[in-house]
């Protein structure tokens, strides 16, 4: 598993790199995954992730994080079913100014925001959704377990 990390925002943030290669492993090894997968993630503004909420998802506002999933469309059948080679799971974009506008509205530090987040997308690109209330128990329970194993705080 290996994630490629993109981040505009300078030194401060380079430590998320491994942060993020630290959580997916978790979440990986609690779900049981096994495919080699590589995921990649942006640090982006407000006006890149509002562009592609609008563009993409018919929203026109700021976001925290957005994700698109390379194989929400293909056919399970037809994937490569070796884990050793390197599949590409999808990207997760990460506003970091709405995150720092979240953390501070709901009194989390900008770490742990920042990690939520990353899970968010994470468990969306493997398929984990939250627009039914059941589905939303299940999303949110495994969001708070991996942030638990990977040993962020809570607030």
Same mark, same amino acid.
């Given at each position: 598993m290996e994630v490629s990390f993109d981040n505009?925002?300078?030194a401060a943030y380079e430590h998320?790199?491994?942060r993020y290669s630290a959580i997916a492993k978790a979440a990986f090894d609690l779900l049981?995954? $096994?495919?080699?997968?590589? /995921?990649?993630?942006?640090?982006? +503004? &407000?006006?890149?992730?509002?562009?592609?909420n609008? #563009?993409?998802?018919?929203?026109? $506002?700021?976001?925290?994080? /957005?994700?698109?999933?390379?194989n +929400? &469309?293909?056919?399970?059948?037809?994937?490569?079913? #070796?884990?050793a080679v390197e599949r590409i799971l999808g990207e997760i974009l990460i506003c970091l100014p709405q995150?720092?506008?979240?953390?501070?509205?709901?009194?989390?530090g900008l770490e742990?925001?920042?990690?939520?987040l990353f899970v968010h997308g994470l468990l969306h690109l493997l398929g984990y959704d939250h627009m039914k209330k059941e589905d939303e128990d299940v999303m949110f329970s495994l969001q708070e377990r991996i942030l638990e194993r990977t040993g962020t705080e809570n607030g």
């Open positions: 505009p925002f300078g998320l790199a491994k049981g995954v $096994k495919t080699n997968y590589e /995921i990649d993630v942006s640090l982006v +503004d &407000d006006e890149t992730i509002h562009r592609i609008r #563009d993409y998802r018919k929203v026109d $506002k700021v976001t925290d994080v /957005i994700s698109f999933a390379f +929400d &469309d293909k056919n399970p059948n037809d994937q490569i079913n #070796d884990p995150a720092k506008r979240q953390a501070n509205e709901i009194g989390n742990r925001e920042l990690s939520f």
